[in-house]
């Protein structure tokens, strides 16, 4: 039983049939996703100069492509598939390892395949693709002993481990929330994922405050102490996985990440200490953001974003230019969509038909909002900047495709759920 029974109980989700299945063309879970994908096309026309040299229509054209496919999924139950989900989980698995003999670089991260026709990024196929394969596995599952936590673990750290060392830091972080958010939403205790979130905690503190590490592991421990019947055991173990964390992360940070990552995690602190380098992109895109006021400067008309100030700001850096060319109010009305698309996405996983329809929910809504809250942080300088793409808005074909497919099984779970209610 998920935590989304309670919210059932409470809200009592019974309700009259309606035409919804002839609605679905104009769900909002469909036109939030496409409006924002036709403001984006015309930032990124501004910022590449002209319809006929920007990758405006590329955009665009997918974006709709992406609109009219998720459509077509949402008549397609996702019990039909379920035999095609571990098949499909296998073949990102191998697109991901294909990756370090036949990949395409672009700038020092090898995260492409050539297919001849057209090129994709495995990376981003990883997330759906892990969702899924986590869901079958969570489904119905009691997570009680560590014994438990094996095979969820074990689907998430292959592609994750894939994914790290292409590099690409962002997307493994992705991976590694959606887990954390999937795994509280199957009831396993809170404790026990703050023991594994909170690895990320010990490999900051010994690169920056290694005294502190002593006290930290024992805080560790009595997390563990007090959420496990083998309160001992438990404990030894959570405080073993930290210490192990601790001496692997120096051999992560010197072969896992190439240079400028480095630069990035740790130059969003003080971006003016390499103002033409690493603190490039986060000083511009501060200065873009400030320079739209209020209501911006009008739609194509960003100095800033005009004249390319932000290398490749139509991709990761996408929302310095709407604050520059919207302003603040542009910049509240896509936070708005943004936040009305999560909370839709949150209560279709509350009142899903089953554990598996509603853990596939979740996950997807866990990828949307940590890509949605670390991009707009990396832009704004609060963040490090971590190659983590803004949802629908950032260039990227890939990326929009599987965010449009994803969207389609949350309106295919949506459609399931009301007519049983019905």
């Not at 972080?173 to 994922?193: D, F, N």
């Amino acid at each position: 039983m998920l935590r989304r029974i309670s919210l059932l109980n409470k809200r009592g989700f019974l309700q009259k049939k309606d035409n919804f299945s002839r609605k679905f063309l104009f769900s909002p879970l469909l036109l939030i996703p496409l409006f924002l994908v036709i403001i984006s096309g015309f930032l990124i026309k501004s910022i590449q100069d002209g319809f006929l040299a920007s990758n405006f229509f590329s955009h665009v054209l997918t974006g709709f492509l992406g609109y009219f496919l998720a459509f077509f999924i949402s008549y397609i139950p996702l019990e039909r598939i379920r035999k095609y989900l571990i098949p499909f989980y296998l073949c990102t698995l191998i697109s991901l390892f294909l990756i370090y003999f036949f990949g395409i670089s672009v700038s020092g991260a090898q995260r492409w395949l050539n297919l001849g026709i057209f090129s994709f990024q495995p990376s981003e196929v990883a997330k759906l693709s892990t969702v899924l394969a986590l869901a079958l596995v969570l489904e119905k599952k009691i997570i009680s002993t560590i014994r438990d936590l094996v095979l969820p673990l074990l689907v998430v750290i292959v592609p994750w481990l894939l994914i790290f060392f292409q590099p690409d830091l962002g997307t493994s972080l992705v991976l590694l929330v959606l887990t954390g958010v999937m795994l509280y939403w199957s009831q396993m205790a809170i404790e026990w994922i703050l023991i594994l979130v909170f690895c990320l905690v010990t490999s900051i503190l010994y690169l920056s405050i290694p005294n502190l590490l002593i006290f930290w592991i024992l805080f560790i421990g009595y997390l563990a102490y007090r959420s496990s019947k083998r309160k001992i055991i438990f404990s030894s173990l959570a405080m073993s996985l930290h210490l192990l964390v601790a001496k692997l992360t120096p051999i992560l940070w010197q072969y896992g990440l190439k240079d400028y990552q480095k630069d990035r995690l740790v130059l969003f602190l003080d971006p003016n200490r390499d103002p033409l380098g690493g603190g490039y992109h986060l000083i511009q895109s501060q200065i873009a953001i400030g320079s739209g006021g209020l209501f911006g400067t009008g739609l194509l008309k960003g100095k800033l974003t005009n004249l390319q100030f932000i290398p490749e700001q139509h991709t990761d850096f996408i929302f310095s230019a709407l604050g520059e060319e919207l302003g603040f109010m542009g910049c509240i009305i896509v936070l708005f969509l943004f936040f009305f698309l999560i909370k839709k996405l949150i209560n279709t996983a509350s009142i899903a038909r089953t554990d598996f329809e509603s853990l596939v929910v979740i996950g997807i809504a866990a990828t949307f909002l940590f890509q949605i809250i670390i991009n707009l942080f990396m832009t704004i300088g609060l963040g490090p900047v971590t190659g983590i793409p803004l949802p629908f808005m950032s260039y990227g074909r890939t990326a929009l495709v599987i965010n449009f497919i994803s969207i389609g099984f949350v309106l295919s779970i949506l459609k399931r759920s009301r007519s049983l209610r019905s």
